[in-house]
Every structure is written in C-alpha cells, then in structure tokens.
Nanobody
Framework: QVQLVESGGGLVQAGGSLRLSCVAS????????VGWFRQGPGNEREFVAA????????YYKASVKGRFTISRDNAKNTVYLQMNRLKPEDAAVYSC??????????????????WGQGTQVTVSS
C-alpha cells in the first residue's frame, strides 16, 4: 500500500507564495510519476502540474506556468509545489497523486493510482 501526505497549505494574500509538500511512503516503487491537482469550491478537480520519476521533465497547467514550480527529492520521497504570485483563483484543495512503476509524465487523473487527502490553499484578495 502507498500513503501520500500533503502539507504546506494555508492562508496567503494575493501575490504571496506557498510551498506544498507531498511525502510518499509504503510500496511506491523506485520509479513513480507524480502530479498535483486542485479542486476549488464548486469546481471539478483539475490538473495543475506533473513531474517525471527522475524529475527531468515537468508539465504545467497553462494558467500556473511561470508561477508554479514542481520539483522532487527522491531521496526523501518528497515532491514539492512552489507557488508564487498566488491569485484568488488559485484557492483550492491541492492533492498529490502518484503512479508507481511509471517514469514519464502523467496529466490525467484516471492514470494515477494513489491520492493524498489534500491541503487547503486560501488566497485573500
């Protein structure tokens, strides 16, 4: 089994920054793709960013590109989402997900096998 725990959410003013963390434990395998997703009030869950197992490749939702950075420390089984210049429309519950035994990028929800509980990000205007 695999467990994912997100942290780092909170309340921030528009223009501010937060760094989210996702720690994976259990039978993750030595190679796994990771993605961040978010779900705002009244909205469906949407893709935010993805990173390959080595960290060499990343992919972003258009509206966050240039403001958000996904990275990983495989020695710590941790993936980060650095969020800068936050906007009120970025407010949501952010969740990470992993697909074990997959080295590439995964951007669709149905391709992920394990999900965390999420961390709340609130952006005040």
């Amino acid at each position: 089994q695999v467990q994912l725990v997100e942290s780092g959410g909170g309340l921030v003013q528009a223009g501010g920054s937060l760094r989210l963390s996702c720690v994976a434990s259990g039978r993750t395998s030595s190679s796994y793709a990771v993605g961040w997703f978010r779900q705002g009030p009244g909205n469906e869950r949407e893709f935010v960013a993805a990173i390959s197992s080595s960290g060499a490749r990343t992919y972003y939702k258009a509206s966050v590109k240039g403001r958000f950075t996904i990275s990983r420390d495989n020695a710590k089984n941790t993936v980060y989402l650095q969020m800068n210049r936050l906007k009120p429309e970025d407010a949501a519950v952010y969740s990470c997900a992993i697909r074990p035994f997959f080295a590439g990028l995964v951007t669709t929800q149905r391709e992920y096998d394990y999900w965390g509980q999420g961390t709340q990000v609130t952006v005040s205007s």
